[in-house]
C-alpha cells in the first residue's frame, strides 16, 4: 500500500490491527500507547509523534520502506567564478496567515521606570540635559 498522507496511514494501521482482529485497546497496550492516541491516528488526526507511529508499527510487523519519487528535478545553476553573490534575503518567517514577518529585531519600547514607592516617573537622561541647558535645576 502507497501511503503519502496521514489519512493513509492511520488507515493502514487499521487495517493491519482488523487483520489480527485486535482492539485498539489491544494495539495500544502491545505499542505502549493510549487508546485514544491510537484512535486519533487511525482517523488521520492531529500530528502523531514518529517514535510512537513506529511502536505501533513494530507491535504489527509492519515496516517502512521510503521510496524516491521519480519527478523531473530542476538542474543545479553553475556560478561562474568571480560573479557578483546575490543580496542576501532578509530573515522572515511564516505567521499562522501565511504571511511574511521580518524576524528583524526592533528596538525595545521604552519602559517608564518608577521611584522605590511606584508612584512618581523618573525624568529621561534627555529631559534631565534639557534642564540643566536652560540652567535650572528643579
Not at 44 to 71: H, I, S
Request: net charge positive; hydrophobic share 35%; aromatic share 4%.
Amino acid at each position: 500500500m502507497k501511503v503519502t498522507t496521514l489519512k493513509q496511514l492511520g488507515a493502514l494501521i487499521r487495517d493491519q490491527r482488523r487483520q489480527r482482529n485486535w482492539t485498539q485497546q489491544e494495539l495500544a497496550d502491545a505499542s505502549g500507547t493510549l487508546q485514544s492516541w491510537l484512535s486519533g491516528v487511525e482517523k488521520g488526526k492531529g500530528n502523531p509523534e514518529f517514535g510512537k507511529l513506529m511502536a505501533v508499527l513494530r507491535a504489527l510487523d509492519v515496516t517502512l520502506d521510503f521510496q524516491q519519487q521519480a519527478t523531473a528535478s530542476k538542474p543545479v545553476p553553475h556560478v561562474k567564478e568571480g560573479a557578483p553573490r546575490p543580496a542576501r534575503v532578509k530573515a522572515a518567517r511564516s505567521t499562522a496567515s501565511g504571511h511574511f514577518v521580518s524576524t528583524k529585531r526592533s528596538p525595545a519600547p521604552a519602559t517608564s521606570k518608577t521611584t522605590s514607592r511606584g508612584s512618581a516617573q523618573e525624568p529621561s537622561v534627555q529631559a534631565l540635559r534639557k534642564r540643566f541647558q536652560k540652567g535650572g535645576n528643579k
